[in-house]
Every structure is written in structure tokens, then in C-alpha cells.
């Protein structure tokens, strides 16, 4: 179980989503966060790893968890783009507002994705 406490920066995302995974692995944050750790949310048991993430729904959205704050969907792009040196649309969606005008079109795509894949959601 990781503490909210626990220095760095926790990304909580869907690996079977072709978008996330590569936002993910895109994103360069910036190296005075300390620790960054990735979890992909189906090789992870999320209950017993961060029992405070069973009131998120990964489905809506990737999860992070900096300083001891949880920062979901729009919030969870927004935070990974501000804290970035190098993400996909940085410029875009580190403005709050934009990246939460924009999220639900990325979770749409996100959905037909997974389904035309044959993919099922995160339980």
C-alpha cells in the first residue's frame, strides 16, 4: 500500500488503452518530482495498492496521485502536462480549463477504442 504521504508522483492509467498508454510513456516529467510510478491498472492490484483510488472510476479517467492529492480524468491530463517538460499538446491542455473542455472527447475516443479492440472495461 503506497501512503499519501510517500514522496513522487503515482500515474494510475488503463494499459489496454492505446491513447493512455502512449501519453504515458510521452510524458516527460520533470526530474525534481523525485519518483515517478506507472501502474497499469489491469497488472495491478488497485484495492490492495492505493485503496483510496476504489472511489475513482478508471474507466472515466487515468488517475495520479501527487503529494498526497488524487487528481482524476481532466484534472489527472492537466496536472501530467503542467508537471511536464514534454507531453502531447502540452501547450493545450496544461490551461485547466482546456484540458477539461477536451477530456471527454479523449475519453470517447478512449471507449471506442478499447470496443473496436475487443477490449473490456476496467472492472
Same mark, same amino acid.
Given at each position: 500500500?503506497?501512503? !499519501?504521504?510517500?514522496p513522487? %508522483? #503515482?500515474?494510475?492509467y #488503463? ?9 504515458t510513456r510521452? *510524458?516527460?516529467?520533470?526530474? @525534481? =518530482? ?9 497488472? &495491478? !492490484?488497485m484495492? *490492495?495498492?492505493? +485503496?483510496e483510488?476504489r472511489?475513482? #472510476? ?14 482524476h480524468?481532466?484534472?489527472a491530463?492537466w %496536472? %501530467? @502536462?503542467?508537471?511536464? &517538460?514534454r507531453? +502531447?499538446?502540452?501547450?493545450? =491542455?496544461? $490551461? $485547466?480549463?482546456v484540458?477539461?473542455? %477536451?477530456y +471527454? ?9 478499447l470496443?473496436l $479492440?475487443?477490449?473490456?472495461?476496467l472492472?
Open positions: 500500500m503506497v501512503s !499519501d504521504f510517500e513522487g %508522483l #503515482d500515474v494510475i #488503463d494499459g489496454e488503452c492505446i491513447f493512455c498508454a502512449s501519453y510521452m *510524458v516527460r516529467l520533470r526530474q @525534481s =518530482l523525485g519518483e515517478v510510478r506507472m501502474y497499469d491498472a489491469r497488472q &495491478t !492490484d484495492a *490492495v495498492r492505493f +485503496p483510488a472511489h475513482y #472510476d478508471l474507466n472515466e479517467g487515468m488517475l495520479v496521485r501527487w503529494e498526497g492529492s488524487w487528481f480524468g481532466a484534472e491530463v %496536472l %501530467l @502536462s503542467v508537471l511536464s &517538460t507531453a +502531447p499538446l502540452r501547450s493545450l =491542455l496544461a $490551461r $485547466r480549463n484540458a477539461r473542455a %477536451l +471527454p472527447s479523449m475519453r470517447a475516443a478512449r471507449n471506442l477504442t470496443f $479492440r475487443g477490449k473490456r472495461f472492472q
